[in-house]
Nanobody, 123 residues
């Protein structure tokens, strides 16, 4: 059983930055790829970024590439999402999730999800 808890969301002005954290329980955190997804009201959940278990490979959606950085600290069982140059369209609830043994952009391939943290970007 794995528990994921996101934190770091909040209100920020367009062009600003936030760093989200996801604390994971269990000693097997480092065995799995991890991902960030987001969902705005009335819209479907969308992939944001993913990272391999070792942290050696990352993958980003086109909408955030060049602005967001995903990283992980396996010693701390923590996943991060550094978000820079934020835009109003980034406003959403952000979720971290445990993925398969490889990077995937498909939500159904992730087996554990956090409760989400709200990110609001003002104009």
């Amino acid at each position: 059983q794995v528990q994921l808890v996101e934190s770091g969301g909040g209100l920020v002005q367009a062009g600003g930055s936030l760093r989200l954290s996801c604390a994971a329980s269990g000693r097997t955190f480092s065995t799995y790829a991890m991902g960030w997804f987001r969902q705005a009201p009335g819209k479907e959940r969308e992939f944001v970024a993913a990272i391999t278990w070792s942290g050696g490979n990352t993958y980003y959606s086109d909408s955030v590439k060049g602005r967001f950085t995903i990283s992980r600290d396996n010693a701390k069982n923590t996943l991060y999402l550094q978000m820079n140059s934020l835009k109003p369209e980034d406003t959403a609830v952000y979720y971290c999730a445990r993925g398969p043994g490889m990077i995937s952009t498909t939500p159904r391939n992730y087996d554990y999800w956090g409760q989400g943290t709200q990110v609001t970007v003002s104009s």
